[in-house]
């Protein structure tokens, strides 16, 4: 396993990171059709990640309603693992209950859910913090106060972002530069072969600011795990009973069909191939992958040792290709006179 440094903080994660978004699920929805992983089980996933050389683990308050974190609090006690050889990050915006203010980015939200984020994990102290989404009613200048204030409790050490514009990710990086206060580290978004619609502001941001980047659902919600072709819609997998992220399926089914002939060539499966173009893109620091067994969790791990070639990657490109979407198509077209 390599280890890649996030920004500039100096702290070293593996280049995938363990998302527990299938952890739990008895309190049914959408987190029933995603994992209903249970106490044992989420202890095989950890320890077989961790036994791999995977250091950074996923979750977030709002995954199962909390049943996530307990399930990943649990098993980092039954393993033994030491603390300070983990890297644990979790998240607060969602509703976790029908009180008025059980969700967003308010000042209090943001406190009373690191407090019981804190509980349910059975830790002192949260490594990062997530804003997992977009507050339309709370301002960012008062995100970010609230996010540098929780910094300086010690009951986080650093704070990064989830689903937000690129526009308003710099917007809150220039308010805290300009306040002292501490800022986003790294941005966890979605990015897949299949849907790369980061690649048009958010990664030459990132990459701008010096901003790690951990995308999420590397493999379209399973639509690159090689289950789904034209001839085969897998019934009974995740995306026949919860279709998301949304997919251009024409696109997606093109592109597994390239990965089955690439995966001969390599002796691996579509979904390792698909982690391995993930990893090797611009910015990317950690992959964030999901498993519900540890069958599937090690197969994912094999990605790391595959190295896409120069021209595998060009022929991904051409499958899936990100149409310039305006200004960039009049950037590209003024600027040649600077080439």
């Given at each position: 396993?390599?280890?890649?440094?996030?920004?500039?903080?100096?702290?070293?994660?593996?280049?995938?990171?363990?998302g527990?978004?299938?952890f739990?699920?008895?309190?049914?929805?959408?987190?029933e059709k995603?994992g209903?992983?249970?106490?044992?089980e989420?202890?095989s996933?950890i320890?077989?990640?961790?036994?791999?050389?995977i250091?950074?683990?996923?979750?977030?308050?709002?995954?199962?309603?909390?049943?996530s974190?307990?399930?990943?609090?649990q098993?980092l006690?039954?393993l033994g693992i030491?603390?300070d050889e983990v890297?644990?990050?979790?998240?607060?915006?969602?509703k976790m209950?029908?009180?008025?203010n059980?969700a967003?980015l308010?000042?209090?939200h943001?406190?009373?859910?690191?407090?019981a984020?804190?509980k349910r994990?059975q830790?002192?102290?949260?490594?990062?913090?997530?804003?997992?989404?977009?507050?339309?009613?709370t301002?960012?200048?008062e995100i970010?106060h609230?996010l540098?204030?929780?910094v300086n409790?010690g009951k986080?050490?650093?704070?990064?972002?989830?689903?937000w514009?690129?526009w308003q990710i710099?917007?809150?990086?220039?308010?805290?530069?300009?306040?002292?206060?501490h800022?986003?580290?790294?941005?966890?978004?979605?990015?897949a072969?299949?849907?790369?619609?980061?690649?048009h502001e958010l990664?030459?941001m990132?990459?701008e600011?010096n901003l790690?980047i951990?995308p999420?659902?590397?493999?379209?919600?399973?639509f690159?795990t090689?289950k789904?072709?034209r001839k085969?819609t897998t019934?009974?997998?995740?995306?026949?009973n919860f279709?998301?992220?949304?997919v251009d399926?024409?696109?997606?089914?093109?592109?597994?069909?390239i990965?089955q002939?690439m995966g001969?060539?390599?002796?691996?499966s579509?979904?390792q191939l698909?982690?391995a173009?993930?990893r090797q893109?611009?910015?990317?620091t950690?992959?964030?992958i999901?498993a519900k067994t540890?069958?599937?969790?090690?197969?994912n791990?094999?990605?790391v040792?595959i190295?896409l070639?120069d021209?595998?990657?060009?022929?991904?490109d051409?499958?899936s290709?990100l149409?310039?979407q305006?200004?960039?198509?009049?950037?590209?077209?003024?600027?040649?006179?600077?080439?």
């Amino acid at each position: 396993m390599n280890y890649k440094y996030i920004s500039n903080t100096g702290l070293l994660v593996s280049e995938l990171c363990l998302g527990t978004m299938t952890f739990g699920g008895k309190n049914g929805g959408i987190w029933e059709k995603i994992g209903n992983v249970e106490q044992k089980e989420a202890n095989s996933l950890i320890k077989t990640a961790f036994d791999a050389g995977i250091n950074f683990i996923d979750t977030a308050n709002v995954y199962s309603f909390g049943e996530s974190e307990q399930l990943l609090g649990q098993a980092l006690k039954d393993l033994g693992i030491p603390r300070d050889e983990v890297i644990i990050a979790t998240k607060v915006l969602g509703k976790m209950n029908e009180k008025p203010n059980s969700a967003g980015l308010s000042r209090y939200h943001i406190f009373n859910s690191v407090d019981a984020s804190l509980k349910r994990l059975q830790l002192e102290h949260i490594d990062i913090l997530y804003v997992h989404g977009v507050d339309p009613k709370t301002p960012i200048e008062e995100i970010m106060h609230s996010l540098n204030d929780i910094v300086n409790t010690g009951k986080v050490r650093y704070i990064a972002v989830c689903n937000w514009y690129a526009w308003q990710i710099s917007k809150a990086q220039a308010i805290a530069q300009y306040k002292g206060w501490h800022k986003f580290i790294a941005l966890q978004h979605h990015y897949a072969a299949v849907n790369r619609d980061i690649e048009h502001e958010l990664v030459p941001m990132a990459v701008e600011h010096n901003l790690s980047i951990f995308p999420w659902s590397p493999l379209a919600g399973g639509f690159l795990t090689g289950k789904f072709t034209r001839k085969n819609t897998t019934q009974g997998a995740r995306r026949s009973n919860f279709d998301f992220p949304p997919v251009d399926k024409e696109k997606a089914y093109n592109l597994v069909d390239i990965l089955q002939e690439m995966g001969n060539r390599y002796d691996a499966s579509i979904a390792q191939l698909a982690l391995a173009w993930v990893r090797q893109q611009r910015g990317i620091t950690s992959t964030i992958i999901g498993a519900k067994t540890v069958d599937q969790l090690n197969e994912n791990i094999k990605s790391v040792t595959i190295d896409l070639s120069d021209n595998d990657l060009k022929e991904i490109d051409e499958i899936s290709p990100l149409p310039l979407q305006y200004p960039g198509w009049m950037v590209r077209q003024q600027s040649g006179y600077r080439m």
